[in-house]
């Protein structure tokens, strides 16, 4: 997993105007908080996290005022429900070999069996405790040949090394589901004609 390093200052200002005027200067508010340490308000490049945060549970080195160096993962972001550009972070600090719980996501691959068959996804993001320095960026399951009713468990997935399940073993994370037969238009038609007589 990669780590990404950004350049984050302390802010002093809150409230809705100081954090316009934040965002103003392509910079976005956020927190960082864990460890049972004070919370501690930021504020960080806009572009530059924008495409950190393209990677799901990316680790971030953060280079605080040019004085400390905190480890943190994404927790919360909040994006402009118009635009989606970033409106605030919550980030997590953690220390290198410490667990952390996150959900990673979950990608099918292959072709089901034919029939016309649709592959649900129960789970798009899987639960999993990991070590904060080796996130996995996702699992892959094949789904190649599955039969309408087949499902895909929790525990029939293989993960990395180091990597434990946060979640039921038994959750249902896919299931193939049989195509639904539409009904025939001239029944419906036969029906209308008896309407009007």
Known sequence: MSEVKLAAQTRTEFGKGAARRVRRENRVPGVLYGHGTEPLHLTLP????LMALRTPNVLIS??????TNELAIPKAVQRDPLKGFLEHVDLLLVKRGEKVTVEIPVHAEGELAPGGNLLEHVLVALPVEAEATHIPEGVTVSVEGLEAGASVHAKDITLPSGVTLAVDEDAVVLQVLAAQAEEAPAEEAEGEEAAEA
């Open 46 to 49: 806009g572009h530059e996290l």
């Open 62 to 67: 953060l280079d605080i005022d040019g004085k």
